[in-house]
């Protein structure tokens, strides 16, 4: 009988299910916001009021910021040592008359100005260019024109008439290019920028940093004639500059 009982005692032990293994504490990870503030900040900075999304190697920024109506500070920052410093800035500078939009939703003709970072490849004027500009530039001559009309494989691109590819005889119509001997003032010192460098149909052409006219702009920012001559001497390509537009 005792041997039956210990092969009970046995098989009861065998057959019981064995304890659960203490539970491994999950491993600890950053909170989800203050990563993506991290990232956040890695590629957005603050100058002048004005959010700027930095491109790689970008030292220069001209920021441009609304006061009233179609007013706004137009200022120049650098990197220098480790610090964004404010090199120049203007109270007179301009937008256009139909204050400010989303880039992304502008609209050809509306006379807004495209909110955003972007670009300053080059420049274009009524000047020979000088030994202190580094930008690559551009002797406006006559029939150049910077192509507006959305029919055309040259849609907001810098092209002569005698090139042909647009109807540059338009006039007075929504899709009329702009012959750019027509602005001898404010194109006397413009600088291009990359706004819808897509070339997006309808969107826009030709928002450019340009010498102050009598008032509002039809969508590019200007400011006075002495700034935009500090601006060409002072921009430098190797320093990746662009232009921010906020409010």
């Known amino acids: ?34 990563t993506a503030e991290r990232a956040s900040t890695a590629r957005t900075i603050h100058l002048g009021g004005v959010a700027v999304t930095l491109h ?23 990197r220098v040592d480790g610090r964004w410093r404010r ?58 024109f910077w192509v507006q009309d959305n029919a055309s494989d040259y849609y907001n691109r810098y092209r002569n008439q005698r090139d042909g590819g647009f109807r540059w005889w338009l006039k ?10 027509d602005y001898g003032k404010q194109y006397e010192y413009a600088i291009v920028t990359t706004f819808n460098q897509s070339q ?9 940093v340009h010498v102050n006219g009598k008032g509002a702009t039809a969508g590019c920012v200007s400011a006075p004639l002495w700034f935009l001559t500090s601006l060409f001497a002072r921009l430098d390509p190797e320093r990746r500059p662009v232009v921010a537009i906020g409010r």
């Open 1 to 34: 009988m005792k041997s039956l009982v210990v092969l009970a005692l046995v098989a009861g032990l065998l057959a019981a299910p064995a304890p659960a293994p203490a539970a491994t504490p999950p491993a600890r990870t950053a909170p989800p916001a203050q």
């Open 56 to 78: 790689s190697g970008t030292t220069q920024v001209v920021t441009v910021n609304r006061s009233s109506g179609h007013l706004a500070r137009v200022s120049l920052y650098q």
């Open 87 to 144: 090199l120049t800035t203007t109270t007179d500078g301009r937008i256009g008359y139909g204050g400010l939009v989303q880039g992304s939703k502008r609209r050809q003709g509306t006379g807004t100005t495209p909110l955003g970072t972007y670009a300053l490849p080059s420049t274009f004027g009524t000047h020979r260019q000088r030994s202190d500009w580094d930008l690559s530039h551009r002797l406006i001559r006559s029939g150049d």
């Open 172 to 181: 007075g119509h929504p899709e009329s290019s702009e012959r750019l001997t």
């Open 200 to 208: 997006v149909r309808h969107r826009g052409a030709g928002i450019f």
